[in-house]
């Protein structure tokens, strides 16, 4: 029998810790194994039973005042000892901007492999391992790998994967009393990041601009729609990683987003977009290009200009109130 045995989850995001569960729980279910849930921090107790009822089988809470401000190399440390205490086969890690400093060095410690942004996690019985699915080379190819040794490290991008509920399960809840670490770097003052409007995430309507959108005020004209609609604007990452306009935008390597309406006005649809947009109840494409690749993933398609489409809709969807 193997030494490695179970599957652990950890995100300093509960959300994502509560995706990564549902996914989890049904790796744990196919292994026949336990679930367990890492849960670090300061007065952190409280949220156990959420995590108990979104699948897992086990948490094991380290509460300490100590924990109140995040430190990479003190929560490294901490996992690490719980993870080597047990030997699972498998970690999820929430590969939010903290996740993806944690896990190479989480990684590193314990002399395994890590696998990064992965959209997909399949488990082969026979070899017992689990194959991760990651969108590579901008979204132009999509690549599965495997680690040679464990636990099998794989970071996840949040709204990857569905939360599961089970409000009667029943869970082991463990404290953990270690010895916390004083980082080597001190804290000395936190500045909140200016936020406009709503988090595109949250948002149940998205209009969203790509490349065919040729200057930032043309913008103007997608906001216009998502007034109407009551919605949100966004862009496609050669928009704000590129050209600059922005400093966030839509896909697998900006924000995940599943809304019941997407507009992608003038976006091409490459496998990077794509992943990040595949939730979405309904997608609708506006593209001069009838090759674009967002036609393949749209439920519905306008071949056009969106400089010609986008105010036709507006004068018509104003007209209908």
Known sequence: MSEYKGIFVYSEDKTVSLELLGKGR???????ADLT???IGSNVASNTEELITGGADKIYVVDNPDLQSFSTETYADLITQLVSKDNPEIFLIG???????LAPKIATRLETGCVTDCVKLDFDPEKRIVKMGRVVYAGKAFALQTCRTKPQIATVPPRTFERYEDKNRKGQIEKVDIPVKKPVTELVEVHE????????EDANIIICGGRG?????????????????????SCSRPIAADRGWFTEWVGL???????????ACGVSGVIQHVAGIRDSRTIVAINDNPEAPIFSVADYGIVGNAYEVVPELVKVLKSKK
């Open 95 to 101: 590969a939010t901007k903290r996740g993806k400093d």
């Open 213 to 233: 959108m040729k200057s930032k005020e043309d913008f103007k004209l997608l906001e216009e729609l998502a007034e109407v609609l009551q919605g949100q604007v």
């Open 193 to 200: 990041k200016a936020v406009s409007g709503a988090r595109i």
């Open 253 to 263: 390597s900006g924000h995940k987003v599943k809304p019941s309406l997407y507009i």
């Open 26 to 32: 049904q790796l744990a279910n196919e292994l026949n």
């Open 37 to 39: 849930c890492i849960l």
